[in-house]
């Protein structure tokens, strides 16, 4: 079972449970947030540490600049003394990379369009579809086309093998790749299709037998599907489907979310910039992370309208800010608590310590008035 797979299936155990996919999705990005949770606890208290720390940072790399290779030994003393590690705030970062790479390529497979693409969720019409995309209807026979059009099969095929009252359902290999266009794409003429007759899972003998295939069809770009029968050529399985001018659609639903995610990072690194500030912070730095703030999600805005995000993706993206929010407003009470306890069991032991100290300067006193 491969990623995509996997991620579809719990995807479709999680819709079972909650009643639509959009819900599924939401569930799926707080599970993947609250498993990452105490990793965030040790990032944010590192970015605390670091706040903290910067201005003897700063020191020693003032001291030793025009000693690199000593300054770079000093560090690591430095970073030991204070069991500081700097890159402890990307590991959050680094894991959820993958897990939105697997979402998105799960979002975006056949297998995920075929079976739960057109559903909507609150004002989303469809979790496949991205800001700009081709009009397309299912089933009707026809494909809508245009000259940059890409189809895939499903994962198997009803297979007509010579000998055999019934069709056999076959898998398809590397169902992604396995339907060509044969010649060009021409207007208002039939697009001719292809797939070699071994990217059926079938033995040479039964190869040899086979006369036609029925396999359902997409088409990447429209997202629509057909059932279309291939005839045996020779080596190939061949179809010729009518086609249809592709209409582009321009989805505002997914600029709405576009939209959100933009707002919820801001508000998420307005918030983590609050709750990591120091009394002194470094004005260089405050300055960079202001200027960052403002800058990272008008840039990630403009990548998502020129890269197609689904729909589902994007609401994965909005949950996790929102998410990420909540989570650093608890996280930083946390570490505030914790704060806390450690500065009154400090001063709890320096006036242990104190009343020692009085305790034997009595006895002492005593003593000089005995004598």
């Known amino acids: 079972m491969d990623f995509v797979t996997f991620t579809i299936m719990i995807l479709s155990k999680l819709a079972d449970f909650a009643g639509s996919y959009g819900m599924a999705i939401i569930i799926f990005t707080i599970l993947m947030r609250l498993c990452l949770w105490p990793i965030n606890v040790s990032q944010q208290r590192s970015m605390k540490d670091m706040q903290n720390l910067t201005p003897k940072m700063k020191m020693i790399q003032e001291k030793y600049k025009n000693n690199p290779q000593l300054m770079q030994q000093k560090m690591m003393e430095f970073y030991k003394e204070h069991n500081f590690n700097p890159t402890a705030g990307c590991l959050p970062m680094l894991i959820q990379i993958p897990v939105f790479i697997m979402l998105y390529s799960a979002l975006m497979s056949p297998q995920f369009i075929q079976m739960a693409g057109n559903t909507n969720f609150l004002f989303i019409n469809r979790l496949d579809a991205t800001i700009k995309s081709n009009a397309g209807v299912s089933l009707d026979g026809k494909f809508s086309v245009s000259k940059t059009a890409q189809f895939s099969a499903g994962k198997s095929a009803k297979?007509?093998?010579e000998g055999k009252n019934e069709p056999e359902s076959v898998k398809i290999s590397k169902p992604q790749k396995a339907v060509e266009i044969q010649g060009d794409i021409e207007k208002d003429k039939p697009v001719e299709l292809k797939i070699a007759l071994d990217s059926l899972n079938l033995s040479f003998a039964e190869l040899n037998k086979v006369q036609k295939a029925e396999v359902s069809v997409m088409n990447i770009l429209t997202k629509e599907t057909e059932n279309v029968v291939f005839l045996r050529r020779g080596d190939i399985l061949a179809a010729s489907v009518p086609t249809l001018p592709a209409q582009n659609s321009i989805h505002y639903d997914?600029?709405?979310?576009?939209a959100l995610f933009g707002l919820t990072i801001w508000l998420s690194q307005k918030v983590m910039m609050a709750?990591?500030?120091?009394k002194n912070p470094d004005a260089t730095q405050a300055a960079i992370q202001k200027s960052m703030g403002?800058?990272?999600p008008i840039m990630i805005i403009l990548t998502f309208v020129f890269i197609p995000i689904p729909a589902g993706a994007l609401l994965y993206l909005v949950t996790s800010n929102i998410f990420q929010i909540v989570q650093t407003v608890a996280i930083n009470k946390q570490l505030e608590i914790e704060e806390k306890k450690k500065n009154e069991n400090k001063n709890r032991?320096?006036?242990?310590?104190d009343a020692k100290v009085i305790e034997s300067k009595i006895v002492e006193k005593g003593?000089?008035?005995?004598?």
Do not use: A, R
């Not at 997914?254 to 576009?258: D, G, H």
């Not at 709750?275 to 120091?278: E, G, L, P, S």
């Not at 003593?367 to 004598?371: H, L, S, V």
């Open 349 to 353: 032991e320096n006036n242990v310590i």
């Open 275 to 278: 709750t990591t500030q120091t």
């Open 159 to 161: 297979v007509f093998i």
């Open 294 to 296: 403002t800058i990272m």
């Open 254 to 258: 997914v600029i709405l979310l576009v």
């Open 367 to 371: 003593n000089e008035d005995k004598k």
